[in-house]
């Protein structure tokens, strides 16, 4: 299996290329990818994923089959770093009840 990842400039979307290679032999693997195992292989390269653009599904099972795919993701923006808030602390009572359960 090749794995090509590209980032765009601007860093708010990742391209993954994947091509598997064709099965020869009966004992050669059958491999199956999704968008969710596309999705998975970025995050283990740790990036940040928001949600999919482009979707494909390839496989190897035959010869007829969709052997390369290309998975398009946006990144998270990162959000700017806000002010530190300051914490009030507040007096509040709290009315405990004297009623007892009984067990029956």
Do not use: Y
């Not at 765009?8 to 290329?17: A, C, G």
């Not at 091509?19 to 059958?30: E, K």
């Not at 292989?41 to 940040?48: A, I, P, Y």
């Amino acid at each position: 299996m090749k794995k090509d990842i590209l980032v765009n400039e601007e860093k708010t979307e990742v391209t993954l290329m994947l091509s598997l290679t064709h099965r020869v032999m009966a004992r050669d693997p059958v491999m199956t990818i999704t968008t969710r195992m596309a999705h998975q292989m970025l995050e283990n390269e740790d990036f940040k994923l928001d949600k999919c653009l482009i979707s494909d599904i390839i496989d190897n099972h035959n010869d007829n089959s969709k052997h390369d795919g290309t998975w398009k993701f946006s990144l998270v923006k990162e959000l700017p770093a806000t002010r530190e808030t300051e914490t009030v602390s507040a007096n509040v009572k709290f009315k405990r009840s004297n009623s007892k359960k009984s067990k029956k």
